[in-house]
């Protein structure tokens, strides 16, 4: 092939449009690696690696190719590098070929003689793109801070994009955190040709038809396979790999599954679990996932077992770190600690990939939820019936708690919001988020934010709504910059998606018994104590026990929040400090690690990402960067296990 293609990890900057001789401003850290003219248009782009096109057609990849040889087959190439894979499936397909392509990737794709350029980012978006328009020209970057070198775009916080994202709001918008600032959706595609800009979405799940089966065997044997297929993906190469192992469903079965397919080929899977340094118990769930994730390990003699300890890092630290990096607030400041350091110690034993079960609640451990009222919506009585029967029995769900399921979708919001806290849950947005009810108001959202979305839709819709609603290509984007770790998720693969929802509701809770697909998927391959595990994994759960040490400066931090016009009018500030002078039973009585600290430490770290902004130090954590290489202080603890 006669095109030298560049597939970079490093950030790349572009633009395009009538005249484009400008030049970022600032010290942008890249060097221009390829300009082109064609009438009153010129392309140019930035990157740190550089590329030479030579028949007016390139790509930059971010990320990678799944399936490669399977690729190769298709389209009936000698082995290539993957982006010449995807040069060569733009070739075959044209404005297609993200359908006939899998993997965790962004890129950018240029025909100089159709005078076209493409941006796009598979269907879960693990890599980010983002894009700006001023005038004429569109400039686009893998991230927010680069755009922001251009002349005319200035870090101007989006109130709008703010206040949604305090209340929750379930759909997704190309909007940033910076007016001006836009990203492309996942699985979307944003074209540039005769002086139009289109954004259309090529990955339309909607449209997967129900697969009809005989019988729940067979829909078990599917998931098996395709799930085995997005693990193998993902585990071909020579480098070590790691996986996150909790205690639940989806990552053990992300584990077990590596382990299984690298045993083939004689090679280890390092996992890694995090668990609480202090014993929390929490009415219903179980707290230390530890001995769980150790039965997992135990049971494949190739898994190399790792306990990292919650708590090494102060709260603070994280949120200056990866808001700078993420260039957006981080929205679980209490999860970080043990993701980045699991990514450090991952980064210590020469792992470049690290397998998680992100989407897993969605795809192969779905519940069931809603089943009943597809069955009702599809006339199917008999089944209806036999399946509320099995719910009741094995669930065991009280009746009362059925038919609330059933009417729920046609009872008026105020009706849901009124029930819902008589049950104890919580559901309006001001139960949840700590965003002042005037600044929700101004931007047009409602009581029930969370709500807003279900109504009457089915379990499909619902569960699409859930993995489209996240953005976790910032996040895996920091994590890849601090530590070099990529995170993958299998669960989440393209065809895993497409096959679970392709699968009957009913099958996802056969008998009355809750993720029963993956639960029979998985029969003599996890343990069984984990396996028919029905309570949930709760981690951090000594949280609380930790940030003790942070309170006086949480308070701090609130009251110099209060001297910012736009955190002020956004944030209830006296609500957050009266949540941090609660005593630790207080915090736990208003919901704890489930609803006190969750909706506290978001407004904690999108005050400290707008203060910093208003006073020009958001992106700069050079600072931090000497704690980088070393825990805060000495309880982080690891321990090998190996099964």
């Known amino acids: ?36 003219v064609f009438g009153r248009f010129r392309l140019s782009v930035w990157t740190s690696v550089a590329f030479v096109p030579s028949d007016g057609q390139c790509v930059l990849l971010s990320g990678r190719i799944f399936g490669q040889a399977e690729l190769q087959r298709e389209l009936g190439t000698e082995p290539a590098d993957e982006s010449a894979l995807l040069l060569y499936a733009y070739r075959e397909w044209g ?67 703010i206040a949604r994202w305090l209340a929750l709001a379930p759909e997704p918008t190309t909007e940033t955190f910076f007016e001006d600032i836009f990203r492309l959706l996942p699985g979307t595609m944003l074209s540039v040709e005769d002086e139009r800009i289109l954004v ?20 078990v044997e599917g998931v098996v396979d395709i799930f085995e297929r997005a693990v193998r993906d993902r585990v071909t190469g020579t480098s070590p790999m790691g996986s996150q192992l909790s205690g639940g469903l989806d990552s053990s ?40 994730a150790a039965a997992v390990a135990a049971s494949y003699p190739n898994i190399d077992h790792v306990l990292v300890t919650h708590g090494a890092y102060s709260t603070f630290f994280l949120i200056d770190l990866f808001n700078a990096i993420q260039e957006e607030p981080i929205l679980n400041p209490s999860n970080y600690g043990w993701a980045y ?43 209806f019936a036999r399946l509320a029967h099995n719910l009741h029995r094995e669930g065991p769900r009280r009746w009362l708690s059925l038919a609330h399921e059933v009417i729920r979708p046609w009872m008026p919001i105020r009706a849901r919001h009124a029930i819902d806290r008589l049950r104890g849950k919580f559901s309006a947005t001001h139960e949840y988020s700590m965003i002042r009810q005037e600044f929700a108001r101004k931007h047009e959202l409602g009581l029930m934010m969370l709500e807003n979305d279900r109504g009457r839709s089915d379990n499909r819709a619902l569960r699409l709504s859930a993995l489209r609603r996240p953005d976790l290509g910032p996040f895996a984007s920091a994590f890849r ?16 998606i497409e096959y679970c929802l392709s699968v009957p509701v009913e099958y996802y809770c056969e008998k009355g018994v809750p993720r029963s697909l993956i639960r029979n998927a998985m029969i003599g391959r996890l343990p069984e104590q984990v396996r028919s595990e029905r309570h949930k994994g709760l981690q951090s759960a000594d949280f609380s026990i930790h940030f003790e040490a942070e309170r006086a400066e949480a308070l701090a931090e609130v009251g110099r929040m209060r001297h910012v016009d736009l955190i002020a009018h956004a944030v209830d500030l006296p609500a957050m400090e009266t949540m941090l002078q609660m005593s630790p039973p207080q915090a736990d009585a208003n919901g704890g690690m489930v609803g006190h600290w969750p909706k506290l430490l978001r407004a904690l770290s999108l005050g400290r990402f707008l203060r910093r902004l208003e006073c020009g130090t958001l992106f700069s954590f050079s600072e931090l960067l000497p704690s980088i290489a070393a825990p805060a202080d000495q309880r982080v603890a690891e321990s090998d296990n190996t099964g």
């Open 1 to 36: 092939m006669d095109n030298v293609t560049g597939r970079l990890d490093a950030p790349f900057f572009g633009v395009i449009g009538q005249g484009g001789r400008g030049t970022p401003d600032g010290k942008i850290g890249l060097t221009q690696a390829y300009s082109c």
């Open 200 to 219: 259309r979405r090529f990955w339309q799940p909607e449209s997967v038809p129900l697969l009809r089966l005989h019988d729940s065997r067979e829909y």
């Open 95 to 161: 404005d297609e070929f993200p359908n006939h392509v899998h993997g965790d990737y962004a890129f950018v794709l240029w025909d100089a003689n159709m005078h076209r350029l493409l941006l796009g980012r598979d269907p879960l978006g693990f890599r980010p793109l983002y894009f700006s328009r001023r005038g004429s020209e569109l400039i686009f970057a893998s991230g927010v801070s680069h755009l922001l070198n251009w002349p005319g775009l200035a870090a101007r916080p989006n109130e709008r994009h």
């Open 253 to 292: 079965s992300v584990t077990v599954t590596a382990a299984r397919l690298l045993c083939q080929e004689g090679h280890r899977l390092c996992a890694f679990t995090a668990v609480p340094e202090h014993a929390v118990e929490v009415a219903g769930r179980f707290t230390d996932e530890g001995p769980l």
């Open 341 to 383: 350091e699991i990514c450090r110690g991952a980064q210590r034993r020469g792992i470049e990939t690290l397998l998680i079960g992100q989407f897993g609640n969605f795809t192969i451990s779905y519940s069931g939820d809603g089943a009943l009222q597809s069955l009702l919506r599809e006339g199917r009585v008999t089944a």
């Open 481 to 496: 910059q601090l530590t070099g770790v990529g995170m993958s998720d299998p669960t989440g693969d393209r065809r895993v």
